[in-house]
């Protein structure tokens, strides 16, 4: 029986006539394709979900977390830290105007993001909250944590030597 006619319409088009799985691996991964771009994108500012972008830096004497806001307001925002758990709670709000009238612009696509969102980092030591610092501006929260004395009497500068 001879199979040469049936098989490359099965295994696309004449394409990969050696190795059925390739063909298979590549519907499979254009199927997922497909699947995924409808997803939400777990990125702050982009449809669906939102979870914003933090960068964390630290010094002798304090951690620093910032997150990146863009479109939220001060108002909308919380910050909570409970033992060596701290949350950043906010929500984005979109709000929609229409006008009538000739001038009124007509869209045909609008893309924004709006939505909850929390984001919770676990701190690598107790901090006392009443020495949290917390500032808020244009799009950028702030958040300075002062390291206990105790942790900051525990850092010790290591010499490095050239190895042999």
Known sequence: MKNDSWLPSLWGQGKDLRDPFAAMRRQMDDIFEDLT???PVAKFGTPGML?????????D????????????????????????????????RSASESKSGDKEPMYHHVERSYGSFQRTMTVPYE??????DAKFKDGVLTVTLPKPAEVQKQAKQIEIKKAA
């Open 37 to 39: 771009s409808t997803w």
């Open 51 to 59: 979870t914003p972008s933090i960068d964390v830096s630290e010094t």
């Open 127 to 132: 901090i006392d909250p009443a020495k949290v």
């Open 61 to 92: 004497k304090e951690l620093a977390i910032t997150a990146e806001l863009p479109g939220v307001e001060q108002k909308d925002l919380s910050v909570t830290l409970t033992g060596d758990v701290l949350t950043i709670k906010g929500e984005k």
